[in-house]
Structures are given as C-alpha cells and as structure tokens.
C-alpha cells in the first residue's frame, strides 16, 4: 500500500529563503547548501534567477549558484520564470531548471506579472531551449488547491494548465498548494483527475504547512502512489505574493514520518537537523519545524 521509497525535494534554499525579509549573506547560504548536500538529499533547489527587484534575498543567485560544492549524488535545480533567469541558470550551470506559473489569473499576475496566456509563450521558449541545452525542466503550477485572491480554482482550469505544461516537454509537474488551504479529500479528487487525465506523468506535491495539514495531505498523497514531494528544511518559507502564505512543509518533520513508517528516503535526520542548527545559528531564530523544536530542547 505504501511506496518503499519517497523522494524528497528540498527547496528551503529557494522557495525558504525567499520570503525572509533580512538578507542573509551568500556565504551563509553557500554553507547551508553545502551542509544539506551530505544529508543524503539527492535534490536540492539552489536559488531562483528572477528580478532582483521582485525578490531581494536571492540577488545573490549567481553567486550562491557558483560558490556552492557539487555532490555528485545530488541534481542541484534553479527556479526561472524565462529566458534572462534561464541564461543564469545555464552560466551556473545548474543540473535541472524549473519554471513556474499560477492556475488562478490573479495570482499569476501578482506573481510574475503577465496573464495566464502570456505566460504560456514564455514558458514554452525557457522549457524550450533549456532542453536543447540538455537540462531536464521540472514545471510548478501555483494555487491549484486555491488561490489567495479567487478561493478555489476550477478542476477543470486545474487540468488545462497542466496540460498545456506537459505539452511543453517538461519531466515533473509538481502541485502547489501556495497558501496550505488543501485538505486531504481535495487532494484526492485533484489527483484521482490527474492520475485520468495524465497517465504515466511525473507529478510532484509541493504543500505549504500554513494550516497544518502538509503531513496530513502528504499521507493522502502517499495512499495513492504519489513519491515525490518538495519540503523545506525547518519548515521554511512561503510566496511573498500570495498574502498569509507560510512554510513549506518541514523536510525533516517529512523525514520522521516516513522513516518511522518504514518508507525510505535516503537522508540521515541527524545531519539534517545539524544543517538546520546551522542555520538557525546564523539567523539568530529558531525554525518552526517539529523536528527542530525537539532538537533544540535536548
Ligand atoms: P517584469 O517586470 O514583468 O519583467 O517581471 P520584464 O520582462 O518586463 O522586465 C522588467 C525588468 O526585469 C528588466 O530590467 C528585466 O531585465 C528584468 P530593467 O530593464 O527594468 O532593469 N528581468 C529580470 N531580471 C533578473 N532575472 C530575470 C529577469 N526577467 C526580467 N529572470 C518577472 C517579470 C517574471 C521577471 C518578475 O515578475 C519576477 O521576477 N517574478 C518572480 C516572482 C517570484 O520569484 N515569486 C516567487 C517564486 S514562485 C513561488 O514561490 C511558488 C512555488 O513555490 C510553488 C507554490 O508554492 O505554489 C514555486
Ligand atoms: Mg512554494
């Protein structure tokens, strides 16, 4: 029933950091990463190469990108919204890139500032030459559970996004659930529809914990086959442009259920609540996860 093995895509660097209003030094980014690297983590999203403007803490992106140590055994991606990010990604050389867009008109708009249908085009000519480039392209589809301006998304403007991305060529969609309003029943008509609509595709689930239900939502997901899951260490994060929107659910609170479950996932828990401990450290707070707050009180 269960699957023997999850694979866990660790986002904190990008979509964590992304939302913290100090800047925090590259070089502490660049030892954060590295310390994630030896956990056992074979994924891990460096950074985003988007207007600086729009997202202050990662100007840093090329910098970060290049200053890090590759571990073989780890695919290290960047986020681009389209061919300038693209073209930063490459120079980084960066393994994998991913691009990003919104199933609500309002979100897309407040997010990357253009209409659902003048996002297509980009995305398509980034998805484009990133594989002629030889990189694989992982897509995100933001608010599919529900979006901070319109409430819940049809499942049928759900589909259709989906769609139009896997006719791009990407490898792995994942779904977002921007602002954690999803709850494990809607996961399942979300994905019981994907499951129809797209057979054999890769998807990933990318939950947000703001409500508390990511692990809730996860098992759900797990129950159905789905292996593949975005976390963040400490329960980082959040999209500055959807309001209230709060962590990713926590990679290592991830790691305990599943390993506690006998599902493996290749990471070591100790040498993953040691990298958020460094991090915690630089930062001067603590992080919000479960795992974390255990962790600090022993
Ligand atoms: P725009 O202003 O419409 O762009 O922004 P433009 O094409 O009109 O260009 C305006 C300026 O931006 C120009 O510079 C461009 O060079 C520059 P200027 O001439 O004014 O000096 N520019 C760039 N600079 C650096 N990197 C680039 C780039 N592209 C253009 N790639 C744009 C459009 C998409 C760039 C902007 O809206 C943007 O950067 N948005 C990013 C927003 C973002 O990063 N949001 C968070 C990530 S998504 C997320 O968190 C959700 C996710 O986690 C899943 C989930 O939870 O649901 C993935
Ligand atoms: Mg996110």
């Known amino acids: 029933r269960w699957p023997e093995k999850v694979k866990i895509k660790e986002v904190g660097p990008r979509d964590g950091l992304q939302n913290e209003k100090k800047i925090i030094p590259s070089d502490t980014k660049i030892g954060w990463i590295d310390s994630l690297s030896e956990t056992g983590l074979s994924y891990i999203e460096v950074t985003s190469f988007v207007n600086p403007k729009w997202i202050p803490q990662l100007a840093d992106s090329l910098e970060v990108a290049k200053g890090i140590r590759r571990n ?9 919204p389209n061919l300038k990010g693209l073209e930063g990604a490459l120079e980084a050389n960066m393994d994998e890139i991913a691009v990003f867009m ?68 990407i490898d792995e969609l994942s ?37 508390g239900m990511a692990l809730a939502n996860i098992l759900k997901a797990l129950e159905m086959g789905f292996d593949t899951f975005d976390s963040a260490l400490g329960g980082l994060g959040g999209c500055p442009y959807a309001p209230g929107a709060s962590g990713n659910v926590a990679t290592d609170d991830l790691v305990h259920m599943l390993e506690k479950m006998g599902i493996d996932t290749g990471i070591e828990q100790d040498k993953l609540l040691k990298a958020g401990s460094f991090l915690q450290q630089k930062m001067h707070s603590r992080l919000p996860s479960h795992q974390m707050a255990v962790y600090n009180a022993a």
């Open 102 to 169: 919104s199933t609500s008109e309002s979100h897309n708009q407040k997010n990357i500032n253009k209409s659902i249908q003048d996002t297509y085009p980009v995305l398509h000519e980034t998805v484009k030459l990133a594989l002629q480039e030889g990189k694989k392209v992982r897509g995100y589809l933001s608010t599919v559970f529900g979006c901070p301006y319109e409430g819940r998304v049809s499942m049928d403007q759900v589909m259709t996004v989906c769609d139009r991305l896997f006719e791009m060529g």
């Open 72 to 80: 073989p055994g780890v695919t290290y991606a960047a986020l681009v």
């Open 175 to 211: 779904l977002g659930d921007t602002i954690g309003v999803a709850n494990p029943r809607q996961v399942e008509e979300v994905l019981e529809n994907c499951l129809k609509n797209f057979k054999g595709a890769n998807f990933a689930l990318h939950f947000h914990d703001t409500r």
